[in-house]
C-alpha cells in the first residue's frame, strides 16, 4: 500500500528556526552574492558539525547520495566486493556500483534491524575489499565488531550516517568511526538545510582527496586531480543546516520524549514491539518503526490510520527486492525478508502535539483489538457450522 501524501497527519515535518532568523542570513547571502563555492555558511556549517559529530573536520556536500559515491571513490577501494545490508535505502548500494563495486548482501539482527556481524563474517572472501554499514532509523550500528572485522582482513568500512545525527555509541558522535561517515541533512532529518550532506574521514589523505572530488576534481587551476563531482552545497542550505544545528539536542529530546509516550500508550498491545537499543548505544529516532507480529496486523493498522488521515511507511523496501539489484542476489536473507512484512513507522516530529499522538496510538490499538475481534468471530462460525 503506497503512503498517502495527501494525510493531515505527515509521517514527518521538519523543525526549522525561526523564519525570522533564516531571513536575516538570507539577505545577507543575497548582498555578498556568494551562493556557492564553500563560501561562509558552508565553512560555518563545518565548524559547528565538528562539535556536534566528535570529528574535527567534516566536510559539506550537496546530498548524503553524493557523499556516499565520493567517499568510496575517496577511499580508493580497489575492484572488489562490498558486504552491505539489503535492509537501506537506495543509496547506500548505489554509492558502490557508481564506483564499480559489486554489492553481497547481508541480512541483518532481528532485534536491531543493523547489518548482522556475524553474517558478514561469513560473507566475507578473497574478493571482499569493503562493508557498508547503516545507522538504521538513528540506531548506530554495531560498529565496534564491525571495526573488528574489517581490521582483521584489511577492509574498507563505510557508514551510511544518513539517520545518524542525535545518535550516539559509548559516549562518542558518530563522526568518527569507520574509515568514512556521511549524514544526510535532507528535509526528513532531524537537522535539515533543505538538501545537503556532511562526510568525515579517519585518513586526512582519504579526506583530502574527498575535498577534490567533491568539486569537479580540480581546486581553483581547473586542472582536474580527480575525477570528481560537483558536490558544492549551495549557501543558502548551509546556512539552513547551520542554523538548524543548534536544534538538535532539543529535536532530540523532544522526540525521545514522544518514543516513551508511543510505548506507553501501546505497553497492552502484545503483537508490536520495538527495535531493540543495545547497552552503550544512543538512538537518534529519525524514524519510529512498529514491528507487528503478523502481516495482515500491519495491513490492519496501516489501513486505519490511513482512513484517519494519519500517514504511515513501510521502510526499507530492501534492495534485494529492486529490480536494478536482484542479479546480486545470493541467497535468502529471512529477516530482512520478516522485517519488509511487518514494519510500519509511524509520525515522528518536532510539533506533533501529544493529543495527535496519543490519537494514533488509539487507532493502532483499534486495529489490532478489531483483528482479533474478527479472528473470533471467524472461529466462532465455524465451529457452530460444524456442530
Not at 124 to 138: K, M
Not at 327 to 336: A, D, I, K, S
Request: aromatic share 8%; hydrophobic share 40%.
Amino acid at each position: 500500500m503506497a503512503a498517502d501524501t495527501n494525510a493531515s497527519i505527515p509521517i514527518t515535518r521538519p523543525h526549522l528556526p525561526p523564519v525570522e532568523r533564516f531571513t536575516e542570513v538570507v539577505a545577507e547571502i543575497f548582498q555578498s552574492r556568494m551562493l556557492s563555492n564553500f563560501a561562509k555558511y558552508s565553512r560555518l556549517l563545518e565548524e559547528r558539525a565538528a562539535t556536534i559529530l566528535d570529528h574535527p573536520s567534516p566536510y559539506s556536500v550537496s546530498s548524503c547520495d553524493i557523499g556516499l559515491t565520493l567517499a568510496w571513490q575517496a577511499l580508493e577501494c580497489p575492484p572488489g566486493e562490498v558486504i552491505v545490508p539489503s535492509f537501506t535505502f537506495c543509496s547506500t548500494v548505489n554509492a558502490l556500483r557508481w564506483n564499480g563495486l559489486v554489492p553481497v548482501f547481508a541480512d541483518v539482527d532481528p532485534k536491531t534491524y543493523c547489518i548482522d556481524p556475524e553474517h558478514v563474517r561469513r560473507l566475507i572472501s578473497p574478493r571482499t575489499v569493503g562493508i557498508a554499514a547503516v545507522h538504521v532509523f538513528g540506531l548506530p550500528a554495531p560498529i565496534g565488531a564491525l571495526e573488528t572485522l574489517a581490521h582483521e582482513h584489511g577492509l574498507r568500512l563505510v557508514l551510511d550516517a544518513a539517520h545518524g545525527l542525535g545518535g550516539r555509541y559509548q559516549g562518542k558522535a558518530l563522526g568518527g568511526f569507520g574509515d568514512a561517515s556521511v549524514f544526510s541533512l535532507s528535509g526528513t532529518k532531524l537537522v535539515t538545510g533543505g538538501e545537503g550532506g556532511l562526510a568525515t574521514f579517519r585518513d586526512p589523505a582519504d579526506a583530502e582527496r574527498f575535498t577534490f572530488l567533491r568539486v569537479y576534481g580540480f581546486k581553483g587551476d581547473y586542472n582536474c586531480r580527480h575525477i570528481g563531482l560537483n558536490g558544492k552545497l549551495s549557501e543558502l542550505n548551509a546556512a539552513l543546516a547551520w542554523l538548524s544545528l543548534d536544534l538538535l539536542e532539543t529535536a532530540l529530546e523532544r522526540r525521545h520524549a514522544q518514543v516513551e509516550r508511543y510505548r506507553r500508550a501501546l505497553a497492552e498491545c502484545p503483537d508490536i514491539s520495538w527495535q531493540a537499543i543495545p547497552a552503550g548505544c544512543v538512538h537518534g529516532f529519525k524514524d519510529l518503526a512498529l514491528r507487528f507480529r503478523k502481516p495482515d496486523q500491519r495491513l490492519a493498522a496501516e489501513t486505519e490510520l490511513a482512513a484517519a488521515g494519519i500517514m504511515t511507511k513501510r521502510y526499507f523496501f530492501p534492495a534485494h527486492h529492486m529490480e536494478a539489484y536482484k542479479p546480486f542476489v545470493r541467497g535468502r536473507l529471512p529477516v530482512t525478508d520478516e522485517l519488509r512484512e511487518r514494519l510500519l513507522c509511524i509520525p515522528l516530529y518536532h510539533d506533533l502535539a501529544d493529543e495527535t499522538l496519543d490519537t494514533i496510538a488509539s487507532v493502532i490499538r483499534q486495529s489490532l483489538t478489531a483483528g482479533r475481534d474478527t479472528v473470533r468471530f471467524t472461529r466462532t462460525s465455524v465451529d457452530h457450522a460444524a456442530a
